[in-house]
Nanobody, 129 residues
Framework: QLQLVESGGDLVQPGGSLRLSCAAS????????IGWFRQAPGKEREGVSC????????YFADSAKGRFAISVDNAENTVYLQMNNLKPEDTAEYYC??????????????????????WGQGTRVTVSS
């Protein structure tokens, strides 16, 4: 069974940092393109950052550029999202998703439903003082 499990969400003050983890089981990430997505209350799900395990190409939404970093540890079969300088508008449920093969990372982040085969259950990030 293909499964993704997110962790690392928490309550953090503005300006703080968090590292989210997405652990894969039932498949290996080295043949997948993986992304982080978020959904705030009352808003649509949006792509935050995507990465190709094949060539490590990355995409970041404008809201994430300069503050977030995405990485893959193939030995741990885990994807990470390092989030720095967090803002209240980053408050959301964060999900990871994966699609087999070398998908264009921007395309996957912008139109995930066209590509994603596996979704995690989400981890909540709240940025508040």
């Amino acid at each position: 069974q293909l499964q993704l499990v997110e962790s690392g969400g928490d309550l953090v003050q503005p300006g703080g940092s968090l590292r989210l983890s997405c652990a894969a089981s039932g498949f290996t990430l080295d043949d997948y393109t993986i992304g982080w997505f978020r959904q705030a209350p009352g808003k649509e799900r949006e792509g935050v950052s995507c990465i190709s395990s094949k060539d490590e190409s990355t995409y970041f939404a404008d809201s994430a550029k300069g503050r977030f970093a995405i990485s893959v540890d193939n030995a741990e079969n885990t994807v990470y999202l390092q989030m720095n300088n967090l803002k209240p508008e980053d408050t959301a449920e964060y999900y990871c998703g994966a699609a087999r093969g070398a998908i264009n990372v921007q395309a996957m982040c912008v139109t995930p439903l066209w590509y994603l085969e596996v979704w995690g259950q989400g981890t909540r990030v709240t940025v508040s003082s």
